[in-house]
């Protein structure tokens, strides 16, 4: 009758070996699956609000909300109203325009304004009569147009900003990450909030999403770029 033969201590450590460096190998691979999802998940809803723009243009002689079929701008042109006409018709739900990454009072109601408390998102800058952007904020179908993107979050006084996508870690510095949906319906998962773009024939080189120039995206109101509830929300808190 045969002894069974047990591992010796060198071939112990060899296994341990082959199952570490296997480990280091998989790790990165499945990090990198993780973002990639992460990424699709936030850029979904974007698409989905491009594609609700583009159907109700279809009915307001190709232009989004805001402006009417005669192609003026409506007196109320908030980014809350350009939400409500979509939600009011329902091209989606009220939980459909709140980030996945972070938790908002869905919209249940009909007939009744958004608050900054039940969306995330902003859409392109239509203060400005005579901004070439203007041309853009209906169904053109330009590859270099951005029309709508994750908001920009005030962290301090100073004008630094992030988004809902990245941590206050650095917080005097200004980190933003997220999507960012384009008039053709393509999103971009970026991590710069500088991009080229093209604004009826207008180009501009890294041309910043938060600012006034050319691409401009605003969370609240008429022309509110940066998202300072966060920060008020700290200052009467004492929050860090």
Same mark, same amino acid.
């Given at each position: 009758?045969?002894?069974?033969? *047990?591992? &010796?201590?060198?071939?112990?450590?060899?296994?341990?070996?082959?199952?570490?460096?296997?480990?280091?190998?998989?790790?990165?691979?499945?990090? *990198?699956?993780?973002?990639?999802?992460?990424? &699709?998940?936030?850029?979904?809803?974007?698409?989905?609000?491009?594609?609700?723009?583009?159907?109700?243009?279809?009915?307001?002689?190709?232009?989004?909300?805001?402006?009417?079929?005669?192609?003026?701008?409506?007196?109320?042109?908030?980014?809350?109203?350009?939400?409500?006409?979509?939600?009011?018709?329902?091209?989606?739900?009220?939980?459909?325009?709140?980030?996945?990454?972070? /938790?908002?009072?869905? !919209?249940?109601?009909?007939?009744?304004?958004?608050?900054?408390?039940?969306?995330?998102?902003?859409?392109?800058?239509?203060?400005?009569?005579? =901004?070439?952007? !203007? *041309?853009?904020?209906?169904?053109?179908?330009?590859?270099?147009?951005?029309?709508?993107?994750?908001? =920009?979050?005030?962290?301090?006084?100073?004008?630094?900003?992030?988004?809902?996508?990245?941590?206050?870690?650095?917080?005097?510095?200004?980190?933003?990450?997220?999507?960012?949906?384009?008039?053709?319906?393509?999103?971009?998962?970026?991590?710069? @909030?500088?991009?080229?773009?093209? @604004?009826?024939?207008?180009?501009?080189?890294?041309?910043?999403?938060?600012?006034? /120039?050319?691409? +401009?995206?605003?969370?609240?109101?008429?022309?509110?770029?940066?998202?300072?509830?966060?920060?008020?929300?700290?200052?009467? +808190?004492?929050?860090?």
């Amino acid at each position: 009758m045969s002894t069974p033969r *047990a591992f &010796t201590f060198v071939e112990l450590i060899v296994v341990l070996a082959i199952v570490l460096l296997l480990i280091g190998i998989l790790l990165p691979t499945l990090g *990198a699956a993780r973002r990639t999802a992460r990424c &699709t998940q936030n850029s979904t809803p974007v698409r989905g609000i491009h594609s609700a723009l583009v159907l109700f243009s279809q009915d307001n002689n190709k232009y989004y909300p805001g402006i009417n079929k005669d192609g003026n701008r409506m007196e109320d042109y908030s980014t809350e109203y350009r939400f409500q006409a979509l939600l009011d018709d329902n091209y989606f739900t009220g939980e459909y325009i709140i980030s996945p990454s972070e /938790t908002k009072t869905a !919209m249940t109601q009909t007939g009744i304004k958004p608050t900054i408390d039940n969306y995330s998102y902003a859409f392109l800058n239509i203060s400005d009569l005579n =901004a070439k952007r !203007m *041309a853009e904020w209906k169904d053109t179908s330009n590859s270099e147009a951005v029309v709508l993107s994750d908001r =920009a979050i005030a962290v301090d006084d100073e004008g630094h900003f992030k988004s809902v996508h990245v941590n206050l870690k650095d917080n005097a510095k200004t980190l933003w990450q997220g999507s960012v949906g384009f008039n053709d319906n393509h999103v971009r998962y970026l991590h710069t @909030y500088e991009v080229d773009t093209q @604004y009826g024939d207008h180009s501009t080189e890294n041309d910043n999403l938060f600012n006034t /120039t050319n691409g +401009s995206m605003v969370y609240s109101g008429n022309d509110n770029i940066i998202d300072t509830s966060y920060l008020q929300q700290a200052q009467s +808190s004492n929050l860090p």
